[in-house]
């Protein structure tokens, strides 16, 4: 079964511009691409494991990077959907004060997480094991994801993500504009 790329409905935004959605929507697309790619490779060249044990081994370690880039991807256009919204009150924002205190305390430590340096992700999941909030960076799509864990709320602190708009030594700006534009009612709901 192939994976299909999913359509978002993106309203302007500000601060982040067209291009750079409609460009970073062609990069998802790509992820998507490459997902369905590995795995009919790799159905073709069990057909000879003697020969391509290796080849395969080597698309198995890639199908991390290309599968948490399309998922990583559907769950931040989908933050965009519906324009923004403010967070309402509920189990997400009760669970962030609960933990860090007050919602100000935890975009605090979540925009550090963000700033780390290198291309990748700040998340935000929440263990169904525990039933608490945990946050952290992801490395490139998939290196540092963690394990079994819901995603609750995905920055892509990729470039692609704010070149256009902002310089590389500015991208508080794009962090500030990220969530400006962020409707919470749809991370909120994830909680669910
Ligand atoms: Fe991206």
Redesign the pocket.
Known sequence: MKYEPLSFAIPELNGISKDTIDG?LG??QGYVKHVNLIREKVAAYENDMENNAYAIAEMQRRLGFEFG?MR??EY?FAQFEGGARELPDGPLKEKIIFQWGSVDAWATRFRTIAKTRGVGWAMLYHDPHTDQLVQTWVDEQHIGQLADLDIILAL?M?E??YMRDYPSSNKGMYIDAFFQNLNWEVVASRLA
């Open positions: 970073h990069l998802y880039g990583n991807h931040y892509d990729w692609h993500s």
